[in-house]
């Protein structure tokens, strides 16, 4: 697969979803990825990256940022509090709210730098104890308690589990952004993006078929 593959691939899943062309953005996930094959991706135009961890993300882009204008940083890994303020410097967009405690101090982060990435709240809807995200049945009232904490929630994600058909996942978590009145909807990764979008998905978050297989000790 190749970038282009991807981006043909989205669109024709849009089409067939009856949804505007382009509505759908491709987060490329380049987490663990050499920096030759981000650096294809980026002289091919892209701009919008996602990656995993805070330290690997503030080892590779501020350099890619000097000679590339205009990229998009999306944090999608589980954030510790700890570093929310690296991630919060670094990033555009941040994927991963999933408790009260990450919620309280990104809100005074934001108070004390004047600004504050997109946020997106991270929803564990295959409940799995190993797995970030508040529980669904938790979900309402966390976007509550973010809202009023005057955070920029602009929707939820979800990273369904392995063994599961992902599409009641994202159906899932369609309905719980939708009753809360959120319009963003960050689902599907390489092997399930088109499913996500015929869901609703507004941003795919897609690596190894971009990149290729990311190096073995990789998550
Ligand atoms: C690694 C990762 C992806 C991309 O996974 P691929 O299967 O390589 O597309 C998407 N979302 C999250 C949260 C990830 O950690």
Same mark, same amino acid.
């Given at each position: 697969?190749?970038?282009?593959?991807? /981006?043909?691939?989205? !669109? =024709? =899943?849009?089409e067939a979803a009856g949804r505007p062309k382009g509505c759908v953005t491709l987060i490329a996930v380049s987490k +663990?990825?050499?920096d030759a094959r981000v650096i294809d991706v980026l002289e091919q135009g892209h701009r919008v990256f996602g990656e995993n961890r805070v330290q690997e993300a503030a080892r590779k882009w501020p350099g890619f940022r000097e000679t590339? /204008? #205009?990229?998009?940083?999306?944090?999608? #890994?589980?954030? /510790? $509090?700890?570093?929310? *303020?690296a991630?919060?410097?670094?990033?555009?967009?941040? !994927? $991963?709210?999933?408790?009260?405690?990450?919620? &309280? $101090?990104?809100? *005074?982060?934001?108070?004390? +730098?004047g600004s504050c990435p997109d946020l997106f709240i991270q929803v564990n809807t295959g409940?799995?104890?190993q797995k970030a995200g508040i529980l669904p049945a938790e979900a309402d009232a966390f976007v509550t308690e973010c809202q009023a904490l005057d955070?920029?929630?602009?929707g939820l994600m979800c990273i369904p589990p392995v063994d599961e058909e992902p599409s009641? !996942?994202?159906?899932?978590? =369609? &309905?719980?952004a939708a009753r809360n009145g959120l319009t963003g909807l960050s +689902? #599907?990764?390489? #092997?399930?993006?088109?499913?996500?979008?015929?869901l609703g998905a507004t941003h795919v978050r897609v690596g190894s078929a971009i990149f290729g297989e990311r190096p073995p000790a990789g998550d």
């Open positions: 697969m190749s970038l282009s593959d991807i /981006q043909t691939r989205i !669109h =024709a =899943a849009e +663990m990825q050499p590339y /204008q #205009g990229i998009e940083l999306h944090i999608i #890994g589980p954030l /510790q $509090t700890n570093k929310a *303020r991630a919060m410097e670094l990033a555009d967009v941040i !994927h $991963t709210v999933d408790r009260p405690k990450l919620a &309280k $101090t990104i809100a *005074r982060l934001a108070q004390e +730098m409940e799995e104890p955070l920029p929630v602009q009641l !996942h994202f159906a899932l978590l =369609a &309905k719980i +689902m #599907g990764m390489s #092997g399930d993006f088109e499913t996500a979008i015929r």
